[in-house]
């Protein structure tokens, strides 16, 4: 059976003129984005890299200069409107009027969309129930915090039930407790049926807490795509790390050079204590290998600590650079 | 293509079964400008209090311009409330395009373009609420002018016809203010743009002196001046012998007008989109 894809794209090209004579800036330099219907789909990249750009083309604000989308099964230049009535679209920016209360600003958002005044109201109020905004859905909007208000955008975003759900930062300049809120409304929206969310992110960690599938973008384009663990898996293995107590760093070298599966372990002694550590293609596999060899050789041991590969790592071998290199390049290009 | 896009018959459908119908649409925009509107007590109050001021001040200092020979014995008050009804309305109108400048900063208008809202609802919807301010300082200045001592012979006909006139003025520069905003999308600019087309267009033209007044280069100017258009429509309407022709002509040239600078800001909203 074919995959229904929700987001399906091809060679999307879209350049900004530079300005005062500076050559056009290429934002969007042949990207391709093929979004599983009903998967959470992770764009991630430094700032500047293409990733709201690529939402605008895909939400319909912003077109191509070359390359195709669908997005729902409609083309987003030829069928713009039908698009339009399928997605919703949380922007890096509120979408919401702060003059307006946040069941006001629901309640028009389903109007404006065609829903009778009964329907909007009911939606309004469902809404509100869902993303808990309790009595803050009677306030002002200038008035709320910005974890409350950026719930309200996600919300206005998906007030006519769309099949696909764009959110551009949708944590961008939460305080963490809001953000971890805002990730469990995600992860939450992730579980509806039939619902499609392509998110962009700068933060590393949500993109692996809340993606299926990620599409690293670099300057306009995808440079690796896969799901987290796919992503990592393509790095050599893990890092083994062993706490050491006293150790004799000799006994510790060979006990390591027992263990199948152990490369490039590395002993280090700091006075009292010290510190085993070592690459494996499974880290997993060879903990209890370890352990049985340290305690055979007489070395007594700590913690046992097996870390897996992070998107950094990825990011720093498709892009070839690492990651906060890559932001304070991007700011320094913004200046 | 080896995958298969969504396919159409079985994608669940919206909540909404169909768009809702452009009238529709334009009256939600304008419910929500209106909602705006009153819960910023300041920016009403300055839209009634501004024209009292200037109907004071203008009536005050200008008043011994009612004993020159030049102005042929009328009162001086009288003729210069259709005037200043007229300056009204050019005023808040030059600032109707800042709401759009709002939303373009705040992200609101990108996702009402994302959304199925027909572009020109989204101007029109705007205009609608600027039209209704329009109508109630145009009352407010009548009726004030009325307290202060003008008399208005062509009674309630002549006023309606002046009150309609100044909404002909009042659409071609709320549409004016929100192209420019639309393509400027910068708050000081439209204030700048707006300030170098208000205060010479209020000054070239006859709504503060008669034109026999007027030294001639302004005169000659003054006549292709939409804002002396309106006024002297309101003017002859608003007084005993009332020179239908005149009303005819002038509101026939803002029509026309009106209608260009609305298409025109309706552009610049597709304008704005295709540079996002």
């Known amino acids: 059976m074919p995959l229904d894809l929700a987001v399906d794209a091809h060679g999307l090209v879209k350049t900004y003129p530079g300005g005062r004579g500076q050559p056009d800036v290429r934002a969007l330099d042949g990207l391709d984005l093929a979004v599983p219907a009903g998967t959470v789909h992770g764009l991630l990249g430094p700032n500047g890299a293409g990733k709201s750009t690529t939402t605008k083309v895909l939400t319909t604000l912003a077109r191509a200069a070359e390359g195709t989308a669908r997005v729902a099964g409609f083309d987003v230049a030829r069928d713009a409107a039908a698009v339009r009535r399928r997605i919703g679209y949380v922007s890096q920016g509120t979408g919401a009027d702060g003059l307006l209360t946040p069941r006001e600003n629901l309640a028009m958002a389903a109007r404006l969309r065609g829903a009778s005044r009964a329907d909007a109201t009911a939606r309004a109020r469902e809404l509100v129930d869902r993303f808990g905004l309790g009595e803050a859905a009677d306030r002002r909007t200038t008035c709320l915090s910005g974890g409350t208000r950026r719930k309200l955008d996600v919300a206005l975003g998906l007030v006519d039930r769309p099949q696909v759900l764009f ?5 961008t300049g939460l305080d963490p407790e809001a953000r971890a809120s805002m990730w469990a409304e995600i992860r939450r929206l992730a579980g509806e049926d039939a619902l499609t969310v392509v998110l962009t992110t700068h933060y590393l960690e949500e993109a692996d807490r809340l993606a299926d599938a990620v599409s690293i973008v670099d300057q306009g384009r995808v440079v690796v795509a896969g799901s987290p663990d796919e992503l990592k898996s393509t790095l050599a293995g893990d890092t083994l790390t062993v706490e050491l107590v006293e150790p004799d760093a000799d006994a510790v070298r060979s006990a390591a050079a027992r263990v199948a599966g152990l490369d490039d372990a590395v002993v280090h002694v700091e006075g009292p204590t010290g510190r085993l550590v070592a690459r494996t293609p499974d880290g997993s596999a060879v903990v209890a290998a370890v352990i049985a060899a340290l305690r055979d050789a007489g070395v007594r041991h700590g913690a046992v600590a097996v870390s897996r590969p992070t998107l950094d790592d990825v990011y720093l071998r498709h892009a070839g650079r690492s990651w906060t290199a890559a932001d304070a390049t991007s700011k320094e290009a913004a200046r | 293509m080896s ?53 004071v001040l203008f009536g005050n200092v200008f008043s011994a311009v009612g004993d020159l020979p030049g102005f042929g014995g009328a009162d001086y008050l009288t003729f210069l409330v259709p005037g200043i009804v007229m300056m009204t309305v050019l005023y808040s109108g030059a600032w109707a395009g800042t709401g759009f400048i709002d939303d373009i900063r705040s992200g609101v208008m990108d996702r009402l ?4 809202v027909h572009r020109s609802a989204l101007v029109t919807g705007q205009l609608v609420q600027q039209l209704a301010v329009s109508l109630v300082q145009g009352v407010c200045v009548i009726g004030i002018g009325w307290l202060a001592g003008a008399r208005y012979d062509g009674g309630l006909v002549g006023m309606a016809v002046a009150l309609g006139v100044s909404l002909l003025l009042a659409a071609a520069f709320c549409s004016l203010s929100a192209a420019v905003a639309l393509l400027a999308r910068d708050q000081t600019a439209l204030i700048g743009i707006s300030t170098i087309i208000v205060l010479p267009a209020t000054f070239v033209s006859t709504a503060l002196m008669p034109p026999a007044l007027l030294p001639s280069w302004v005169e ?16 002859t309407a ?5 020179d239908w022709g005149l009303v005819g002509t002038r509101s026939l040239w803002l029509a026309v007008l009106a209608a260009l600078v609305a298409w025109w800001s309706v552009h610049a909203m597709h304008a704005y989109q295709r540079s996002l």
């Open chain 1, 167 to 171: 959110l551009d930062e949708p944590t």
């Open chain 2, 3 to 55: 995958t298969a896009t969504l396919d159409r018959t079985t994608a669940p459908a919206p909540t909404t079964a169909r768009d809702a119908s452009w009238p529709a649409q334009v009256a939600h925009v304008s419910w929500r400008w209106f909602v705006n509107l009153l819960r910023q007590p300041w920016g009403l109050g300055v839209a009634i209090v501004q024209p009292v001021i200037w109907i």
């Open chain 2, 113 to 116: 373009l994302s959304s199925p």
């Open chain 2, 220 to 235: 000659t100017a003054a006549r292709y001046n939409p804002l002396t258009w309106a006024t002297e429509a309101a003017r």
């Open chain 2, 238 to 242: 608003m007084s005993t012998d009332v």
